[in-house]
């Protein structure tokens, strides 16, 4: 590894992302990809790279990586203490990290998923034209381990004009998400989607990058039989037989039997991705635009 | 035709059956509206996923309205021929829920002409589907912890291959060495959407 990074730590998962692998779901190949993909996006703008460049994203902290050679990085996503060699360093801000010098992300205070972009992006081996891990499909690089290797590329284009983007406070106990209904609604009794829009829903400590599991009111369907299995999308509440939804996140299978409620818009499937267990999700109905 | 909304995320068109799911993603995958990352064939359901930031829903609907489906070319597709040893731990239930003799279920399953209708569960299944409908049976009351690699199983219409090592609830006739999926393979799937397959009986 002629530039780069070796991880020293990983915290609970630690994993490379970018922006997944679409198009191939035809052989049963998710899109995969950062959980929350804006901030992804926001790291990589800081640190001057094509927004979909991979990163690391870390699972509640507790990564640490010696840099190799001098790299230029930026922290999004959850907030946690960042350090360079124990050195406080800021989230969302350009920070150099000298060669042989130590990263580390601490315990978040608020959110679930921290994203690190270095400068020239990590290029460890694509698979189907993404470096991203999907962990249900099993496909991409194997989650980080201690002594993973992470080998950045060249850098191209000049920095960006500014070294710090002002990003929103995270909520801590409840997290309001924007639904629309559908596309299977009818499938459930009429006061499910009440129930829905109107009770909240707790974080299980079961959730993962396939989906959160939510603990809340029992959503009852009015139709019994099997529904054939149909493709499904990041931001799914999907409805298994325990009545309580589940809402998908990156991984999510590439199609699923079971009907899906409603479906969280795209920017509110980030912040989802950063709720952590114990949260409280409200969820509100956007109508579609009329036509 | 029925356009139901997933958000600002998807579009999920319902269709009669699996001939026009397959003749509207034809049609879409020769000219994918703008906004559209990809197409997710399914039974009776064609999923346009949508990017969002990108994708106008109204407008994709209509495009997708005014598509003329694509009649699939039933004869001029690959054909993949996978040898088989049926020896599957649920040949005998499979004989019994289809009223045939096991050699009766083989038979029907190597002289049946099979065809990917489309992928889903795990890189590299397909959903197998053929003109006879002797086969079908339904899923195992209780699934599988761990079915291996290769096994070929029947459900409901549908005949697949596992391509790795999963939990599953097909009903298994038997397995093949012949792999499914090879990540470092162009294209890393045998069995894609529209691909032919013959099972081949070997001892």
Known sequence: MKNGMQVLETGPLSTVQD??????????????GAADRGSLRLANRLVGNDEGAACVEVTFGGFAARAVTDLVVA??????????????????????????????????????????????????????????????????PEPLSTGSDLPVGLPHGDLPPIDFAPVACQPVEELRLTVVPGPRQDWFAPDALTALLSQPYTVLSESNRIGIRLDGPVLTRSREEELPSEGTVAGALQVPPSSRPTLFLADHPVTGGYPVIAVVVAEDVDKAAQ????????????????? | MRVLPCADLGLLVELDDLDAVRALHAALAANLPPGVTDLVPAARTLLLRLDPRTANPAEIEQFVRATRPVAVGEQNSELVRIPVVYDGE????????????????????????????????????GYLTGDSTKLEVPRRKESRTKVPVGAVALAGAFTGVYPRESPGGWQLIGRTDLPMWQVDRDPPALLRPGVRVRFEEVR
């Open chain 1, 19 to 32: 922006l997944g692998r679409p198009g191939h779901a035809g052989i049963g190949v998710g899109l995969s």
């Open chain 1, 75 to 140: 922290v999004t996503g959850a907030t946690c203490p960042v350090t360079v060699d124990g050195r406080c360093g800021a989230m969302n801000s350009l920070l150099r990290v000298p060669a042989g010098a130590v990263l580390r992300l601490g315990l978040p205070a608020t959110g679930l998923r921290s994203y690190v972009a270095v400068r020239g992006g990590v290029i460890v081996e694509p698979v189907l034209g993404s470096r991203s891990t999907d962990l249900l499909a099993g496909l991409g």
């Open chain 1, 275 to 291: 709720a952590r267990p114990g949260m409280t999700l409200r969820f509100t109905a956007r109508e579609r635009v009329a036509e």
């Open chain 2, 90 to 125: 649920d040949l005998d239930d499979v004989a019994k829920l289809t009223g045939l003799t096991r050699q009766e279920v083989i038979i029907e399953h190597t002289e049946t002409e099979w065809r990917v209708a489309f992928g889903g569960f795990a890189p590299g299944f």
